[in-house]
């Protein structure tokens, strides 16, 4: 398929490589917390892989919708998709370090896992929307430069 993509379209090439590095890039940090947890706070957070498979449901998520963003054609541009996975990546780590700690009794700490990627999926969003108004903006400019030449 990619072959085929990059006969056609070099375009849809690259958003195809974005949405598989987005993708791959998601997968390792949401399984990570599987490695870290037990380095840090030198003991097993769940027993057994159910709640793994929660918490890696929950962090995938985000890297799932911006992967779906950046491949569809024209809804973001490769440099947002970029800074989105940046802070995706972030938001998701530091939901992990904040909802897995052991030590920590608070209420909210369970469902911070789980709160999280809300928050995430809200920053791709309004980096989607800064996206398109940058190249509104640019188009807009560049229309009236050219306009004026």
Do not use: K
């Amino acid at each position: 398929m990619p072959d085929q993509l990059a006969a056609e379209d070099p375009s849809a090439h690259r958003r195809y490589l974005d949405t598989v590095v987005i993708v791959l890039i998601g997968i390792v940090v949401s399984l990570a917390p599987v490695v870290w947890t037990r380095l840090v706070w030198q003991g097993e957070v769940f027993d057994g892989a159910g709640g793994w498979l929660v918490v890696f449901g929950f962090c995938f998520a985000p890297f799932v919708l911006l992967a779906v963003i950046r491949f569809n054609e024209g809804a973001m541009s490769r440099p947002a998709a970029a800074f989105a996975l940046l802070v995706v990546a972030v938001f998701v780590v530091i939901g992990q370090i904040a909802g897995l700690d052991p030590t920590e009794t608070s209420s909210t700490q369970a469902v911070i896992i789980g709160v999280v990627p809300f928050y995430a999926a809200a920053a791709i969003g309004l980096i989607v929307g800064a996206d398109h108004l940058v190249r509104y903006v640019s188009g807009r400019w560049r229309s009236r430069a050219g306009s004026e030449a």
